[in-house]
């Protein structure tokens, strides 16, 4: 018997079912739930890490974030324009810039933050004592992808947009602020959310630094307590704390990647 | 005093000379077209009077200000020359009223309350007094044309520059914009078109100025250049717009032979 194409594809479609049940059915059915849950879901253990889990390691590492994110995008915004300059060496140092800190791992560039430069100038120090080497160590990184990003959105908001302004008699200063960036800005708004979750992820490397109990954040907090208790529950907490942080971003620049989409 | 004096301009980009030697006025009042083949030169020459093109060679002046003078301050003079662009480029950020509004208060420093004003006057004057609140997305080709235009008269310039202000557009909604275009020429502003409605131009202009090769081939009042032109390359041109389907094998041949 002959198959029509639409019924070999539902056989298909129903086989990819079957299969993907039996194959969940098989894990659970394998997995040692008394072992499992003795591990990794301790109730008293994940009791036990509240309210610090969130007044303190969750709080630290939202701020973290929110500082090394204004760091960067302000500094990457004067790299992008720096990149767009008709300045030759404006250019060339944007560019170098770009290429370093994109090149290096964000774990040497906050060592280099955190001890290589107190050690070269043990008579000053970064002001805001971690806070500070957390926001320029992670900053100085991120701020290298968000130049290119900023540069892209600035490239991509039409030439005519720019001279439009300028044939109005406004200087390119003033059409780069009223007309350019802000078009430029609603561009980059999906990718530079990105760029938030991406930095609250990279927190998770400030413990190098040496945090103490009041600068302390979740994955270091989650270790801590991990290695006070002996159970990796902790971690699992951790984990679905990152999650309440992370899940809503990439809903949101999902959200405005589709209204953008539909605009256009 | 002319309104644009141009004499000698040359415009190089690169080692293509697009422009090469260009000599024109235009005087007050005067509504002058220019037509001419596509990669003729029409918009850069349009683009030269107000610096968006930096000419090679030559001079140019706007009202007795000579803008290819180094010293000149581009901002002031670019503030009493609208231009409308084939793209209308409004700013897709910002309300039709922001659209007209944001030069007044930024270059001009109006107040809130004239600039509306002037807004609403100049909006008006191109029939879209209701889209006031509209982003230009949610407007119709011809109605952001309207709108682009409005947004240049709200600087009351003395002089226009418009590129190609149609050929972006339906053709339904072409008329629309030339009426607003008509009626600035007949309230006596000073224009410069490029464009390729000969019927317009036949209608509205003061004076024709035909293009070719980044040269001025010929030019004079459209019932001359038009009825009876003297150059043989304006009367093909012509030939070729105004009956395109009557345009001949050999003469294909010929055109193609003149490109390559
Ligand atoms: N920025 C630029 N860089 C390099 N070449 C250019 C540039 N602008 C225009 N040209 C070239 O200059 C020539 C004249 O261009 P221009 O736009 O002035 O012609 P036009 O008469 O307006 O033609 P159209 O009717 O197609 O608009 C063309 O060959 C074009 O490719
Ligand atoms: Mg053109």
Same mark, same amino acid.
């Given at each position: 018997m002959k198959l029509s194409p639409r019924r070999r594809r539902r056989i298909a479609r129903v086989a990819g079912y079957v299969v993907f049940g039996l194959a969940i059915l098989a894990v659970v059915g394998a997995a040692d739930w008394a072992r499992l849950s003795e591990a990794f879901f301790r109730r008293d253990v994940a009791t036990g890490m509240f309210p610090e889990a969130i007044t303190i390691a969750l709080r630290n590492t939202i701020l973290y974030t929110l500082m090394a994110f204004v760091f960067g995008l302000t500094l990457g915004l004067v790299l992008a324009l720096m990149r767009l300059s008709s300045v030759l060496p404006y250019r060339w140092f944007a560019t170098a810039y770009i290429e370093l800190f994109r090149g290096l791992p964000a774990l040497l560039v906050l060592f280099m933050v955190g001890y290589g430069v107190p050690l070269a100038f043990p008579d000053r120090e970064i002001p805001g004592g971690v806070y500070g080497s957390v926001t320029v160590g992670l900053g100085l990184t991120a701020a290298a992808y968000m130049a290119e990003t900023i540069r892209a959105g600035i490239q991509a908001v039409p030439k005519g947009q720019l001279e439009a302004a300028r044939t109005l008699g406004m200087s390119h200063t003033r059409a780069m602020i009223s007309i350019v960036l802000p078009q430029a800005f609603r561009i980059v708004i999906p990718p530079l959310t990105n760029e938030i979750i991406l930095l609250t992820k990279d927190?998770?490397?400030?413990y190098v630094l040496g945090v103490t109990s009041t600068t302390i954040e979740l994955t270091k907090f989650a270790g801590d307590t991990l290695n006070t208790?002996?159970?990796?529950?902790p971690l699992v907490v951790a984990g679905l704390l990152y999650l309440v942080i992370t899940l809503p971003l990439s809903q949101l620049v999902r959200g405005l990647e589709r209204r953008a989409g539909r605009e256009r | 005093m002319s309104t644009i004096e141009i004499s000698d301009l040359h415009k190089s980009f690169g080692s293509l000379e697009v422009l090469r030697g260009i000599d024109l006025t235009v005087e007050p009042g005067e509504v002058v077209c220019v037509i001419g083949p596509s990669g003729s030169g029409k918009s850069t020459l349009l683009r030269c009077v107000n610096l968006l093109e930096e000419p090679t060679s030559g001079s140019i002046r706007v009202a007795g200000v !000579?803008?290819?003078? %180094?010293?000149?301050?581009i901002d002031e003079v670019r503030r009493g020359i609208g231009m409308v662009f084939q793209q209308f480029n409004?700013?897709?950020?910002?309300?039709v009223r922001e659209n007209v509004t944001i030069a007044q208060r930024r270059? #001009?420093?109006?107040g809130k309350a004239e600039a509306d004003r002037i807004a609403a006057a100049n909006l008006g004057r191109v029939g #879209? +007094? !209701?889209? $006031?609140? $509209?982003? %230009? $997305?949610?407007? +119709?080709g011809g109605q952001q044309q309207r709108v682009a235009i409005a947004r240049a008269l709200a600087m009351d310039p003395q002089l226009m520059l418009f590129d !190609? %202000?149609? +050929? $972006?557009?339906?053709p339904e909604l072409v008329g629309e914009v030339l009426a607003v275009m008509r009626g600035l020429a007949a309230e006596g502003m000073t224009m410069l078109v490029v464009t390729h409605e000969m019927a317009f131009a036949r209608e509205v202009a003061s004076r024709v100025v035909f293009m070719d090769g980044g040269v001025i081939v010929e030019q004079g009042p459209p019932a001359e250049v038009?009825?009876? %032109?003297?150059e043989d390359r304006t009367r093909e041109f012509l030939h070729r717009v105004l009956e395109p389907a009557s345009v001949s094998e050999t003469e294909i041949i010929k055109i193609k032979g003149e490109t390559l």
């Open positions: 927190t998770s490397l400030v208790l002996v159970n990796p529950t | !000579e803008v290819t003078d %180094p010293d000149c301050d409004l700013f897709g950020h910002l309300t270059v #001009l420093k109006r #879209l +007094s !209701e889209k $006031a609140k $509209a982003y %230009p $997305a949610q407007l +119709s !190609e %202000p149609t +050929s $972006a557009l339906d038009f009825g009876n %032109p003297r």
